[in-house]
């Protein structure tokens, strides 16, 4: 095509639809530029385990057709995007990322998937994750594990891991992840893109492989808080006439934002950096009209604790039975994360459960004085991969566990950079239920001012180490 925008890589998926329509960019030219970034970059950074090269080209020169002869299903149409590998996409392996499912080829698309496809959207492959979505970093995986694409010395957040970094790599302008305890939220705000955990069932779990039956959740990562809302408009599917980024452009001025100061101040002491990043959220959306007041809700442990309690008991449920016959299949990580599920009993599971009602009025009272919600989304900066302290001590210190057990939207996104280390600082907003309209528009409010999702990696893959090379082909 002529006039071809340079840097594809960095496209929004919302900047490739403009392209197509005005026939500066098409589908197959896309593809095959984003195959071969993943080619020469991958192996460097981990976010792709399987890439399907001749079913994205495929997809691509049908959806050129389509597109320039005047038959566009929608803003999807002709898009690329990348899914966790704990999503079936039909004909593809659904590995989760581990030895025990190296030949689980998923026999139809998950709904999440065919929602998109029915939108035109084109499906690359399938993204890193840390093990069952509940593991971690591991030379025992059977693929190489996901590396922060900023600095590859550096964790990416899990347990989409790949999903996120590889919308901070270029590879991709949109990725699927799910999201048990912050799996989406974690990776996003660590890589400086954005994530989103909708409100609990609004995006089909069928055809999910299973963390946590009553708080895993399937949800849009992007670049920018459109391209999230084009996403989530595509996963749901079923409602044409819904559009989550209607407000988008409203900005912020009337709303009541709270602002759960206790979370890091006091509950979970967080990181000077990390404080001052949402001290400064705070002063954006008050200088843009809103108003913020401190709003007190139950303490992030006890919040956090009861999640873990459902979130083990579930978990042990889904793998008790591998667990007993192939336990050396298991990476170390997740076979030691999985393993204290056992020890729960039934009336433990019924206790975290009543509790787990309490919690949920307790977050929709707070809900009947404001419209959205700001917290810190994890309490310290991204850790050294090689850290296992490091990252064991700050996994916990979070604020993202809390919605998965109450269900309400939750999305995160960068909210500055650390001194320290030069990586992403990040901030969490959350809504009510089923209210993505206004969560969405504090968060794109956010984002024009401070424009933190133009931020690039400076320089790509930096690292101090080689690390093992895979070669991802179709």
Same mark, same amino acid.
């Given at each position: ?13 919302? $900047? ?37 090269? $001749? ?53 139809? +698309? ?20 840390? $093990?069952?979505?509940? =593991? ?27 999903? =996120? @970094? ?21 990776? *996003?705000?660590?890589? %400086? ?22 708080? +895993? ?8 808080? %459109? ?26 001025? %009337? ?6 100061? &206790? ?42 604790? @009861? ?19 192939? /336990?050396?299949?298991?990476?170390? /990580? ?27 009025? *307790? ?34 210190? &979070? ?7 109450? !269900? ?5 996104? &960068? ?12 901030? &969490?907003? @959350? ?21 933190? !999702? ?17 070669? @991802?082909?179709?």
């Amino acid at each position: 095509m002529t006039g071809l925008p340079t840097d594809l890589q960095w496209l929004t998926a919302s $900047e490739v639809g403009a392209a197509y329509a005005a026939r500066r960019l098409s589908p197959v030219e896309l593809v095959q530029a984003l195959l071969r970034e993943i080619e020469a970059r991958n192996p460097d950074c981990g976010a792709f385990i399987r890439v399907d090269a $001749e079913g994205s080209l495929e997809a691509a020169r049908r959806a050129e057709k389509d597109i320039f002869s005047g038959q566009s299903l929608g803003p999807l149409h002709g898009i690329p995007l990348g899914a966790k590998d704990n999503i079936d996409i039909a004909g593809l392996p659904t590995t989760c990322h581990s030895k025990i499912l190296l030949d689980n080829i998923a026999r139809e +698309d998950a709904p999440a998937i065919a929602n998109l496809r029915a939108a035109g959207a084109i499906m690359l492959g399938k993204q890193s994750l840390h $093990e069952f979505a509940f =593991g971690g970093p591991s030379k025992e995986l059977p693929f190489p594990f996901a590396r922060h694409p900023w600095n590859t010395d550096y964790h990416p957040g899990g347990s989409s891991s790949g999903s =996120g @970094v590889a919308l901070a790599a270029g590879f991709v302008p949109l990725s699927l992840g799910t999201d048990a305890g912050g799996s989406i939220r974690n990776p *996003a705000g660590n890589c %400086g893109v954005v994530g989103l955990k909708p409100t609990y069932d609004l995006v089909s779990r069928r055809g999910v492989f299973p963390v946590a039956f009553t708080l +895993d959740h399937v949800g849009p990562m992007a670049r920018s808080v %459109g391209d999230v809302a084009l996403f989530l408009d595509g996963l749901v599917g079923r409602d044409t006439e819904r559009r989550f980024g209607a407000d988008l452009e409203r900005g912020v001025r %009337g709303l009541r934002i709270g602002f759960v100061r &206790q979370w890091h101040e006091t509950d979970m002491v967080a990181d000077p950096e990390v404080m001052a990043a949402l001290d400064e959220v705070e002063r954006v959306l008050r200088q843009e009209g809103a108003t913020v007041s401190n709003i007190p809700l139950p303490r992030v442990q006890e919040l956090a604790a @009861v999640q873990r309690i459902i979130l083990l008991a579930e978990t042990w449920a889904v793998h008790a039975k591998w667990l007993r016959e192939r /336990p050396q299949d298991y990476s170390t /990580p997740c076979r030691r994360k999985v393993m204290p599920g056992a020890f729960l009993s039934a009336g433990d599971y019924v206790q975290a459960q009543q509790w787990r009602t309490r919690m949920i009025d *307790a977050i929709d009272d707070a809900f009947r004085d404001v419209d959205v919600l700001l917290t810190a989304s994890g309490m310290d900066p991204p850790f050294r991969i090689d850290d296992g302290a490091g990252l064991a001590k700050t996994y916990p210190r &979070q604020g993202r566990s809390p919605f998965n057990l109450t !269900g309400h939207p939750a999305i995160a996104m &960068q909210s500055g950079l650390s001194k320290k280390s030069g990586l992403p600082l990040s901030v &969490q907003f @959350v809504g009510r239920a089923y209210d993505e309209v206004t969560l969405l528009r504090v968060a794109a409010a956010y984002e024009r001012v401070t424009q933190w !999702g133009r931020h690039r990696p400076p320089a790509m893959y930096q690292s101090s180490a080689k690390h093992d090379r895979i070669a @991802v082909t179709a």
